[in-house]
Every structure is written in structure tokens, then in C-alpha cells.
């Protein structure tokens, strides 16, 4: 494997923070980093936006007055991954010489390595004074904005701090085993076999001691296993357990790339069972990965590029104005339950979005409940811990719609809490993903 220099890690780490700090999305902006320098910069970077607040604090500390924003962004990035001593990626003053080298190499920065290495080498000499003078600040603190941690706190006021400490951490690599070819128990023997140890997890998942590319996973290519949370594991059961699968039933999934709960849905069933699945998402690209998750798995769905919001586009011309027996409204979030696989996440947030991306919950809700047949199941989900967007939206709902009932639902789950949503997922030690889910019934006529 070709070496790459630490110094141009950095300088394309410092690039991409900038970059999310302009709005730009964490994946958008690892996927315009060249193949040989991504694996690197992605490790660094997660790192970096999990220590973003204590990092900015720290560089006031030292610069009062904020620099550029290229030389802001790499100095950050420097003090993000010297300031936790327990998770140092390199020796402190090695981080700290390929910082200035960083800098030196590009010539918008170069006039101000001196500068940066001054900041660098001071934060060195008296690091317990900073990090003291940063502790009573939020940010810094909880690694998080602070309308972030007060959100959390006055939605959670009992589990708040588990929370941010559980977005803190890396989350775990999680499987859905395919049980169409092959059992839970078999898949654990294989990989055993090349040594990768995993424990179950709810119905058909595996969660992985430590994270493995999917090449390396036997049988991927072939359709045996799926990588999934656990949280997001739910939703096919959810939906479908109590539905009588011995009959045809068709099932809309709305807001479905990439792909996994479509096909999870289809894999639950069973080939005895076949659903009639229609899969929708706004996105063309989106829904090529639709295909290409139910190509890869031997799976057959309705995929239409169509904006669920608008079922005059697509319900009549495509599926006939039939009526669904169930809908799966996975609605567009904040994403704030999935900030430990997507650190970016809580620095590109604002608080108004809350308010934003709940009117659209709420107008999917209504305009996709009508399609639902009179007897059939709406699950409505988030990846999202914010109480607006799960059972906020859930209770205005059904204050809307007598005709609605809410069935048993997990509700919120909440990551980092082996005492919430545990019994669901007979998951004790809580290796998932922040969720909400919500089971609505329509009264038959």
C-alpha cells in the first residue's frame, strides 16, 4: 500500500473541515478525497468533528481572534487531535510538526505556519491550564452546539448525558443476516472462521466486535448479509408482524434509498410471501442504490423516482390508485440519532431545521394516510432523537385523525441506554442507533 505523507492527511482533513463548516455534507466531501489518501482522512476527520467543540475552544484560547477560516480549520484540526490524550493518533509533537509542514505545503497558508506552530507549541506547554479554562464551556465539554446538549436536555432531562456521551463513541458495525439463505448461526460460525467475533442482536442482526470492510464479509457479494443497525432493524417486523402475509400485500415504502429497509421487508416475508413493494425516493442516484442493495440480495421491487409528497405524480400512473395495506414513512430528520456514524451531523445542523423538517413529517403523514387501505398500518420512523420529530409529531397526529390508532411501538429509542428499548431489541448492552418508531392503524369501515 503506497505511504502517504501525515502532513498531506492533515492539510486534506483541515480541507474537508472547512468544507463542512461551509455546509457541505461529511460523505459528499470524503467522496472528493482521492482513493489512496480516504480510508486515512475519514478516521482523522470522525476524529476531529468528535472533539470539534473542546477544539474551538481551545483555539480561543490562543488566537482570540478567529484566523482565516483555511488556517482556522487546520489549527482546530491539530488541537482536536492533541487535546484527548487517551486517543492520541500520532505522538503530540510529531502532530504538531506535520501541522506546520501542513501548512508550509500550501501557499495560502504558508506565511501563517510560524504563526500556527506558535499556537501549537504553546497549546503543548500548557495544556492543563487550557483545557481547565475551557471545561465550564458546553461546547466544549459535551462536544456538541450547545442548543444541541439544551435540546437534548430538556427532551431527555433523566438521559441527556448518556446520550451525548454515546454520540461521543464509534458505533459498531452491525449485520442483518439474510434469513432467506442462510441462519444467524451459520453466518456467526463463518466468520469465527476467519476470526471476527460477533454477538446477536434482535431477530436477524449481528453486531461485530470491530468493523471489517464488507469485502471481507462471507458471502456479501452473494446476498448472505446486509450492514444495518440494530435500531433500523425494527422496522420490517414492526410493520408486518400481525398482517396476514398468506395474502398479497402491497407495501409502500416511501423515502426508501438506500435501500435496506426495502429489502429487509422482502427478506421478512419470505419468497413464499412475495410483497408487492413499491420503493420510492426523489433522488434518480438514490435510487440507483435501490437497485443496486436489491440486485446484490436477489430481490425484486417497484423502484420510482418520485417525491412522496406528490402520490398525483406516481399513485395513479404507476400503481393503479390501489390502496397499500401498510406504508413505511421513514421521514427526512435532523439524523440527530445517528450522530455517532455521522459526527458531521451536529455541526451542520441549526436549530431551526427541527422546526423545518417536522412541518414536512407532518405533511408526508397527511398525505400519504389516505393511501393506506381502511385496516392497514402506517409505521412512521426517524433517525432522531428530538422529541418533534418522533412523538411530538405522533401525538398531534393522531389528534388530527380519530380514525387513527396507535399500536405498540418502541416509541424513542435512545443510544448509550441499556434501559431504554432493550426488552425490543433484546439488547441489553444498547449497540443502537438513536430511533423513533410509531405504529398507526387505520379504523376498518
Request: hydrophobic share 45%; charged share 20%.
Amino acid at each position: 500500500m503506497q505511504s502517504v505523507a501525515l502532513s498531506r492527511q492533515l492539510h486534506s482533513v483541515a480541507r474537508a473541515l472547512q468544507d463542512i463548516r461551509e455546509g457541505r455534507s461529511g460523505s459528499v466531501v470524503l467522496d472528493a478525497v482521492p482513493p489512496v489518501l480516504r480510508p486515512g482522512v475519514q478516521a482523522l476527520l470522525f476524529q476531529v468533528l468528535r472533539t470539534l467543540g473542546r477544539a474551538e475552544a481551545l483555539r480561543r484560547q490562543l488566537a482570540p481572534r478567529t484566523p482565516r477560516p483555511p488556517v482556522d480549520a487546520l489549527l482546530c484540526t491539530a488541537l482536536a487531535l492533541s487535546c484527548d490524550p487517551e486517543n492520541l493518533p500520532y505522538e503530540a509533537f510529531t502532530l504538531v510538526n506535520q501541522t506546520v509542514e501542513a501548512a508550509k505545503s500550501d501557499s495560502t497558508m504558508r506565511a501563517q505556519a510560524p504563526f500556527i506552530n506558535a499556537c501549537l507549541r504553546r497549546f503543548l506547554r500548557e495544556q492543563d491550564a487550557l483545557m481547565q479554562a475551557t471545561q465550564n464551556d458546553v461546547q466544549a465539554l459535551w462536544n456538541h452546539p450547545r442548543w444541541w446538549v439544551q435540546k437534548l436536555r430538556k427532551d431527555h432531562p433523566t438521559h441527556w448525558q448518556q446520550i451525548l456521551q454515546a454520540n461521543n463513541a464509534q458505533a459498531p458495525m452491525a449485520l442483518r443476516i439474510n434469513q432467506q439463505k442462510t441462519t444467524i448461526a451459520l453466518y456467526q460460525q463463518a466468520l469465527a472462521a476467519i476470526n471476527i467475533e460477533a454477538t446477536q442482536v434482535g431477530g436477524a442482526g449481528l453486531v461485530l466486535r470491530r468493523a471489517v470492510p464488507v469485502q471481507v464479509l462471507p458471502g456479501f457479494a452473494d446476498g448472505l448479509v446486509s450492514v444495518q443497525d440494530a435500531a433500523a432493524q425494527l422496522a420490517a417486523p414492526l410493520l408486518l408482524n400481525g398482517l396476514d402475509l398468506a395474502q398479497p400485500l402491497r407495501v409502500l415504502d416511501a423515502c426508501a434509498a438506500p435501500g435496506g429497509k426495502t429489502a429487509h421487508l422482502l427478506e421478512y416475508a419470505g419468497p413464499q410471501n412475495p410483497l408487492q413493494v413499491t420503493a420510492l425516493d426523489i433522488d434518480a442516484a438514490r435510487c440507483e442504490r435501490i437497485h443496486e442493495t436489491l440486485q446484490r440480495l436477489g430481490l425484486r421491487a417497484q423502484v420510482l423516482v418520485a417525491d412522496a409528497g406528490r402520490p398525483q405524480d406516481w399513485w395513479q400512473q404507476d400503481c393503479g390508485g390501489v390502496l397499500f395495506d401498510a406504508i413505511l414513512l421513514d421521514a427526512p430528520c435532523t439524523a440527530s440519532g445517528i450522530v455517532r456514524r455521522h459526527p458531521d451531523v451536529r455541526w451542520l445542523r441549526r436549530e431551526s431545521d427541527i422546526a423545518q423538517l417536522a412541518r414536512t413529517q407532518a405533511y408526508l403523514l397527511e398525505t400519504l394516510w389516505p393511501l393506506l387501505r381502511p385496516g392497514g398500518r402506517l409505521l412512521y420512523c426517524t433517525c432522531s432523537v428530538f422529541r418533534e420529530e418522533g412523538d411530538g409529531q405522533v401525538r398531534s397526529f393522531l389528534a388530527r385523525h380519530t380514525e387513527a390508532r396507535l399500536l405498540p411501538s418502541p416509541g424513542h429509542l435512545l443510544p448509550g441506554l441499556g434501559d431504554v428499548g432493550a426488552a425490543t431489541l433484546n439488547n441489553p448492552q444498547s449497540e443502537h442507533d438513536g430511533f423513533f418508531y410509531a405504529l398507526l392503524q387505520k379504523a376498518s369501515v
